[in-house]
Nanobody, 121 residues
Framework: QVLLVESGGGVVQPGGSLRLSCAASGNIFVINTMGWYRQAPGQQRELVARKPARGPTRYADSVKGRFTISRDSAENTVVLHMNDLKPEDSAVYYC???????????????WGQGTQVTVSS
């Protein structure tokens, strides 16, 4: 089993910044991609940013230039730095691990429990 612990959500004014963090622990041999998704009320879950172990980082067009994703593969952590936040960024943000290989040779994917981000004046 793999446990994801998210932190860093909260309430911020427009133009403010937040940092989301996700730490993974458990039966992990390697993680291919770590990323963040978000879901606003009444809307589908959407990609915010994802960072594979190899290959280009991908951002949603709506966050390019404002959000930065980083990962520490040795510590199995992924961080989302969010700047110049806008009301439309308000959503529940979910950490995602894709193509996780455990020591027994099984591939899986995992979601965090979600953390609320609210941008409001």
């Amino acid at each position: 089993q793999v446990l994801l612990v998210e932190s860093g959500g909260g309430v911020v004014q427009p133009g403010g910044s937040l940092r989301l963090s996700c730490a993974a622990s458990g039966n992990i041999f390697v993680i291919n991609t770590m990323g963040w998704y978000r879901q606003a009320p009444g809307q589908q879950r959407e990609l915010v940013a994802r960072k594979p172990a190899r290959g280009p980082t991908r951002y949603a067009d709506s966050v390019k230039g404002r959000f930065t994703i980083s990962r520490d593969s040795a510590e199995n952590t992924v961080v989302l730095h969010m700047n110049d936040l806008k009301p439309e960024d308000s959503a529940v943000y979910y950490c995602n691990l894709d193509q996780v290989l455990d020591p027994f040779g099984t591939w899986s994917h995992y979601w965090g429990q979600g953390t609320q981000v609210t941008v409001s004046s």
